[in-house]
Nanobody, 121 residues
Framework: QVRLVESGGGLVQAGDSLRLSCAAS????????MAWFRQAPGKERELVAA???????YYSISMKGRFTISRDNAKNTVYLQMNSLKPEDTAVYYC???????????????WGQGTQVTVSS
């Protein structure tokens, strides 16, 4: 089992950068695919980026080129580096883990509490 805690959110201006962290506990962390989701008020939760247990990364089209997901298994931590932030990036960002394929978004078993990212124009 995996327990996840996000941090690093905050209030920034358009064009700024943020680095989100997700600290995980659990002996099976290295075997899980990890992902970042986000949810804005009135909208459905969407996948932002994912990283497999082998380190392969995948991004939603709108984030490609601006966001980077990475993981450090030695530290049991996954990161989301966000550059060139836009007001439309404003949302609660969640870290999630799954023992199944990263693309099976309904199969993410573990979730963090979320961290708020607000981007002003």
């Amino acid at each position: 089992q995996v327990r996840l805690v996000e941090s690093g959110g905050g209030l920034v201006q358009a064009g700024d950068s943020l680095r989100l962290s997700c600290a995980a506990s659990g002996r099976t962390f290295s075997s899980y695919a990890m992902a970042w989701f986000r949810q804005a008020p009135g909208k459905e939760r969407e996948l932002v980026a994912a990283i497999t247990s082998g380190g392969n990364t995948y991004y939603s089209i709108s984030m490609k080129g601006r966001f980077t997901i990475s993981r450090d298994n030695a530290k049991n931590t996954v990161y989301l580096q966000m550059n060139s932030l836009k007001p439309e990036d404003t949302a609660v960002y969640y870290c999630a883990a799954t023992s199944r394929h990263w693309a099976l978004t309904r199969a993410y078993d573990y979730w963090g509490q979320g961290t708020q990212v607000t981007v002003s124009s």
